[in-house]
């Protein structure tokens, strides 16, 4: 285990901090975390914040799945009162992992006049998790993940590596402009973007923001952009 950290007087024009760590478990279950911020005031008008943050992990029983367990014979399954399996019908399956997930942002803030500005805030952020090729089960509550099982077993993988392992990925950008046209009133104009897909890796923001299902690939795509106008005037009582 290990920790470190670096950063600059924050009430300097230019200032930073990055924070890295590093864990490890019994297991030798390892992680390593990055964080940088950085702020930079241009001028008294304009400035901006820069952030990435980085975690990798490895991790020997990462949960997988609750599955009902595989049902032979005419031995009636056991319900609870709100016909719900109970959980001694079911198993808790674990598999191997190696995980990361990133994010980026960006902040600006840009002051035209007193009562002009823009603010921009943009966010990239990425989810993924490589499994093994077995996953294991949780036979008892008081002991280890045991067994190796092949994850052709468990049917569909297309369905499961969709459902279970991460490949998230998202972008969202928010823009606002503001005009005070007079004291303590306001007009805004709001440009909103969000994108994200489940199910497909990406190397660079370019790609999600391009990437288009036109070949009915095994994902989930949600999407939306949207303007605002909005006015607000202070009425002297």
């Given at each position: 285990k290990g920790f470190l950290s670096i950063s600059s007087p924050?009430?300097?024009?230019?200032?930073?901090?990055?924070n890295t760590i590093v864990t490890n478990n019994e297991l030798n279950d390892n992680g390593k975390n990055l964080y940088f911020l950085s702020n930079y005031k241009l001028t008294k008008w304009?400035?901006?914040?820069?952030?990435?943050?980085?975690?990798?992990?490895?991790?020997?029983?990462?949960f997988l799945m609750i599955r009902q367990k595989p049902h032979f014979g005419e031995t009636p399954r056991k319900f609870d009162f709100e016909y719900n399996l109970y959980t001694e019908d079911q198993e808790y399956?674990?598999?191997?992992?190696?995980?990361?997930?990133?994010?980026?942002?960006?902040?600006?803030?840009?002051?035209?006049?007193?009562?002009?500005?823009?603010n921009m805030y943009l966010e990239y952020f990425v989810n993924q998790s490589?499994?093994?090729?077995?996953?294991?089960?949780?036979?008892?509550?008081?002991?280890?993940?045991?067994g190796n099982f092949l994850f052709t077993s468990l049917g569909n993988l297309e369905e499961i590596n969709l459902r279970y392992n991460a490949k998230y990925t998202s972008a969202i950008l928010n823009f606002v402009f503001q005009w005070e046209y007079k004291p303590n009133s306001n007009l805004y104009v709001v440009y909103s973007y969000y994108k994200q897909v489940n199910g497909m890796r990406f190397n660079n923001f370019k790609e999600l923001i391009e990437y288009e299902n036109i070949n009915n690939d095994l994902t989930e795509?949600?999407?939306?952009?949207?303007?605002?106008?909005?006015?607000?005037?202070?009425f002297d009582i």
């Open positions: 924050p009430i300097n024009d230019f200032n930073f901090s990055i304009f400035d901006f914040e820069l952030g990435y943050g980085l975690h990798t992990s490895n991790e020997k029983y990462h399956l674990f598999t191997n992992s190696d995980n990361m997930e990133k994010h980026l942002t960006l902040r600006t803030s840009i002051y035209f006049k007193n009562n002009i500005s823009t490589n499994f093994g090729d077995t996953y294991s089960k949780l036979l008892n509550d008081f002991s280890y993940p045991e795509t949600f999407y939306d952009q949207s303007l605002f106008l909005k006015c607000d005037y202070w």
